[in-house]
């Protein structure tokens, strides 16, 4: 079992950053992937970005070059950098753990969710 606990998010304008950070337990977190994916009011929740347990990554196209992921497998715990943000990335984030296999790019990929944390940017 995972436990995934996410923190980080709250109000920002337009242009500005923040950095979610997702804390996880419960079995050795630098053998498996960890992900983030998001969901605004109404839609599906969509992937946003994965980072391998060795380090390589992967990006949706509508935050390449803005937004960063990172881990630090001694703290246990993976980052999400945020940058330029735009109100279009207003959404409940969530931290994801891929344990198994399956498509990188979709919540049927991850085999364990945190609760979610809120980014809300204003215009």
């Known amino acids: 079992q995972v436990q995934l606990v996410e923190s980080g998010g709250g109000l920002v304008q337009a242009g500005g950053s923040l950095r979610l950070s997702c804390a996880a337990s419960?079995?050795?977190?630098?053998?498996?992937?960890m992900g983030w994916f998001r969901q605004a009011p109404g839609k599906e929740r969509e992937f946003v970005t994965a980072?391998?347990?060795?380090?390589?990554?992967y990006y949706a196209d509508s935050v390449k070059g803005r937004f960063t992921i990172s881990r630090d497998n001694a703290k246990n715990t993976v980052y999400l950098q945020m940058n330029s943000l735009k109100p279009e990335d207003t959404a409940v984030y969530y931290c994801?753990?891929?344990?198994?296999?399956?498509?990188?790019?979709?919540?049927?990929?991850?085999?364990?969710w945190g609760q979610g944390t809120q980014v809300t940017v204003s215009s």
């Open positions: 994801a753990a891929r344990v198994g296999s399956g498509s990188w790019y979709s919540t049927k990929g991850y085999d364990y």
């Open positions: 980072i391998r347990s060795g380090g390589s990554t």
């Open positions: 419960g079995r050795t977190f630098s053998s498996y992937a």
